[in-house]
């Protein structure tokens, strides 16, 4: 019985011992799997069915319906899978979700995945996200490792309300970056994006640009080849000249930082900007542009170009400002001449037989225009009849010598009057042009139009034609009905350059409304030769070139003869008027008075004349002072040369400011000097022989 219990605890404790052993051996096994397990082993986590299959030679694990496995932080579910141990290889089928550490998802049809290199490649809808974004495709591969997932045959990335789509596409899961590659487009409710290469960060939703790439809002077009753009603010940062372009302008810069909301654009160095429909350039180191206004102010060396037909305008100064003006808010003040004549417009239409009625009118003006309009008006009633007579007789007025000259010119004894005449019958149309002349100021309008001095066939003439023979003044009437009417505002050290003119001012506005330039504070121009000065000074256009010019208050011509010698005349307004580019006629309205210089055959002064007049008419051949004549009571004196001091032969607020006259385009250009003659460095031997 002894035995029989001792045989039993033996056969006991080595049936525990056995147990003990299978249990520290399978932790040990265990312990060894944990550590030999990289991450690359594929662990089943459930399935409903498990199938074998054995085909040449390699053995295959099928499991089909709600298939569950993971791989490291990996989980995969599917409908059915195919599983090689021995490569560690599956390929899964149907409702493929991947799920990686709860952070990326990647969905399909078809999975082809190998486990060594934990690279997945997903096809038939195929997609990735993040849960914020979306990438799709018809084929998309994730590195599982590097967290990067890639479509190389097309695709589509989903930010929001932003789409963007390329042949390829590199995802980078930790950073959120996203590489495309070959036909990029961004579609944006806002706007569209195209180009070859772009970085885009899903987070940040900033567009980072390194190749040529085109962005369109429907409105305004970015041209630019490297830079950063914020697709959700509409914030950009843009190098290496980009360009921005709607239908009639253009900005290019060094570098340009933009604000779509706001419209705000800011140009940094060498800015272009370019207006196509008024055919308009600005060039600055730096400026700034409200698309949304279509605005721009331009500092650091603006310039402004305008081209015309024939010529081009240049313009710099410290500050330039141009901005459209709606066909509602555009108030143009016209010159109070032009209002005058708009006055006697009205008496020649009614056929008023007196001036009285005129006067009405004026009371309905304010105060200082309905005075100036008043002397007006009284002046035309005291006009001498020898101007009338002039006009129908078509003949040069106001003779006053005896032989019927202007009292500067006397054909008996002056050789230079003998010239005159024969250059005045050269002339083609000279008289015709002095007629005509006189009916285009205010003054004479009126008289032209009611005054009975004149012939009954020139009265009618000129009623027939309407009040715009009378008056000639830009013809608006066929101007484009716009709301884009720009206008140019330009401040402190103003210059202006083009081959027929040249000037200065403290300030300028221009409007393409009416195409006049308003010089403001000592303005000061030259065409050709001749100098013309005044509080104010309003230079007409037509296509960019000079048509008419306008000198209000302390107005002055002048002319330099020789040294310190000077042609003057001064007057309160003073009109001229262009032909091919250069002064064709000049008329002088109001306490006129001139300094002239008669000058021989060879040039030589023999004489000078001073006069005062009511109105003072010049005339020029070819841009250069051919004949003045004088209207309405003239009074002067000649004295030979020599006979007075020089410094009495200077009018009142006479100045000549040659020097500030700009010479070239390329002085309002900045930073160019004429070439310096070069310095004689031969060396001199000073040793005797």
Not at 75 to 86: H, N, R, V
Not at 113 to 138: F, W
Not at 185 to 205: G, R
Not at 492 to 512: E, F, K, M, P
């Amino acid at each position: 019985m002894i035995l029989n219990m001792q045989h039993l605890a033996k056969v006991g404790l080595i049936l525990a011992g056995i147990c003990l052993g299978s249990i520290f051996s399978a932790k040990a096994q265990d312990t060894l799997r944990q550590k030999t397990d990289t991450g690359k082993v594929i662990h089943i986590i459930d399935a409903e069915t498990l199938n074998v299959i054995t085909k040449n030679g390699v053995s295959l694990n099928r499991f089909i319906d709600h298939v569950i496995f993971r791989q490291g932080n990996t989980l995969f579910f599917c409908d059915s899978t195919f599983i090689d141990k021995a490569t560690n290889v599956l390929d899964a089928y149907g409702h493929i979700h991947i799920n990686q550490a709860d952070s990326i998802h990647i969905y399909g049809d078809y999975l082809h995945y190998e486990g060594e290199t934990r690279l997945a490649t997903m096809r038939d809808n195929a997609r990735l996200t993040d849960g914020k974004v979306t990438i799709s495709g018809p084929e998309l591969q994730y590195d599982m490792n590097a967290r990067i997932g890639t479509y190389t045959k097309g695709g589509k990335l989903v930010n929001g309300s932003s789409v963007l789509t390329s042949q390829e596409a590199f995802y980078y899961a930790d950073t959120k970056d996203v590489y495309f590659k070959k036909n990029v487009l961004l579609v944006d409710p806002e706007y569209t994006l195209t180009t070859d290469t772009l970085l885009y960060n899903t987070i940040s939703k900033v567009a980072t640009i390194v190749a040529p790439t085109t962005i369109n809002d429907g409105k305004t077009i970015m041209y630019t080849t490297s830079g950063e753009y914020n697709t959700e603010s509409g914030e950009g940062n843009f190098d290496s000249r980009p360009t921005i372009e709607d239908s009639a302008t253009t900005v290019t810069a060094d570098r340009i930082i933009m604000d779509k909301k706001t419209g705000m654009a800011y140009a940094y160095g060498n800015m272009v900007y370019r207006d196509t429909a008024q055919h308009m350039s600005l060039l600055s180191n730096y400026g700034t542009v409200n698309q949304a206004k279509k605005t721009i102010l331009a500092t650091q060396h603006p310039l402004m170009i305008l081209e015309g037909k024939t010529d081009t305008l240049y313009l710099s100064a410290d500050t330039l400002y141009s901005a459209i003006l709606g066909k509602d808010s555009i108030n143009v003040r016209k010159p109070l001449k032009d209002t005058i004549a708009i006055v006697h417009e009205k008496v020649a239409e009614k056929g008023m037989p007196d001036l009285a009625k005129a006067d009405s009118i004026a009371r309905a003006l304010p105060d200082s225009t309905a005075k100036a309009l008043s002397d007006s008006i009284q002046s035309v009633a005291k006009v001498d009849s020898v101007a009338a007579k002039a006009i129908a007789q078509q003949v040069p007025p106001t003779p006053t010598q005896a032989n019927g000259n202007p009292p500067f010119l006397d054909l008996k004894s002056d050789t230079t009057g003998k010239k005159f005449q024969e250059r005045l019958q050269k002339a083609n149309g000279l008289a015709e042009r002095e007629r005509d002349s006189l009916m285009n100021v205010s003054d004479t309008a009126t008289l032209a139009a009611v005054n009975p001095a004149l012939s009954k066939e020139v009265r009618d003439s000129l009623v027939k034609a309407g009040p715009d023979a009378l008056q000639n003044k830009p013809d608006t009437s066929k101007v484009k009905d716009t709301t884009e009417i720009r206008y140019i505002m330009a401040w402190h050290n103003v210059r202006i350059y083009s081959d027929s003119l040249q000037g200065v001012a403290d300030s300028v506005y221009y409007s393409t409304k009416d195409s006049i330039f308003r010089f403001y504070r000592n303005p000061v121009l030259w065409a050709n030769s001749t100098q013309l000065s005044g509080d104010t000074i309003h230079l007409y256009t037509k296509n960019q070139t000079a048509d008419k010019i306008y000198l209000t208050q302390n107005s002055l011509i002048v002319k330099e003869v020789s040294e310190d010698l000077y042609d003057q005349i001064k007057g309160n307004f003073i009109t001229g008027y262009f032909k091919n580019q250069n002064l064709d006629w000049m008329h002088v309205d109001g306490n006129a008075e001139s300094i002239y210089y008669v000058q021989d055959d060879d040039g030589s002064i023999i004489s000078v004349n001073k006069t005062l007049s009511g109105v003072i008419n010049m005339y020029f051949l070819e841009g250069q002072l051919h004949h003045v004549n004088f209207i309405k009571d003239p009074e002067g004196t000649m004295y030979p040369f020599g006979q007075r001091p020089i410094d009495q032969m200077k009018l009142p607020n006479f100045k000549w400011d040659i020097k500030r006259r700009p010479k070239s385009k390329y002085e309002l250009m900045g930073g160019v000097k004429e070439k310096e003659p070069e310095t004689d460095t031969t060396e001199v031997s000073t040793t005797l022989p």
